[in-house]
């Protein structure tokens, strides 16, 4: 794919109402907000040319307007729950830019607020990764546990392996297992269309580290996302 004349639309999605952790987006990190960070971090992309933020909050709306962020829509109530959709967010957000502001993506980038490590770099580097051929990239880390060590639990209680591996006794002779961090997801958006757009068999990966991948749902993650800042930065 070319990496020219391309319309790029980066989506910074915001809801208010966090049960586990509540005002999470306005947590700050070295004295600067997560929903800030995001936002600054993105603006710097050399390949998204149209930035805006999805939320149902009036609350966050008043908060990033000092912020140069384009807020071309309040988000609908019916996309702001707890068990919405990422991926309805970010279809709403496709065709409202293209139905009232004739902005028609060909690619398009996910960056969830509460990644504090996440940089610029990142954002552009998943981004190369669909320029480059890819139709989905997302930023990934290593599982710290041998996936043959893992277990789920039966209807009768009873401890079943997720994968029967007789061989590994030594964590060095597992399989080496990754996740999506949450940092970056860059697709096309003809997949869009899919009900699970990615991943998919064609999706690529940029791998980042432990700490980079600090993604802030729970307490815990705040408190340790601050150790991380204060060592590497104060």
Partial sequence: MSKKKLNILGIIPARSGSKRLPKKNELKIGGI???????????????INRLIFSTESIEYI????????????VRPDSLAKDNSS???????????????????????VLLQPNCPFRTTKHI????????????????IKKVDYPLEWM?????????KNIIKNENVNRMQDSQVTYQPNGAVYALKTTLLKNKLPMPNNGTRTL???FEESINIDEYWDYELAKIIYKRKYD
């Fill in 33 to 47: 907000s997560l929903l800030e960070r995001s936002i600054t971090a993105a603006k710097k992309s050399k390949y």
């Fill in 62 to 73: 008043k908060l990033v307007k000092n912020l140069d962020i384009e807020v071309p829509f």
């Fill in 86 to 108: 990422s991926w309805d967010v970010v279809r709403h957000a496709v065709s409202f830019m293209a139905d009232n502001k004739k902005f028609i993506a060909d690619i398009v």
């Fill in 124 to 139: 552009d580097d998943v981004i190369d990764i669909v320029l480059s051929g890819a139709n989905s990239a997302l930023s």
């Fill in 151 to 159: 277990f789920r639990i039966d209807r009768e209680g009873t401890l």
């Fill in 207 to 209: 791998e980042m580290d």
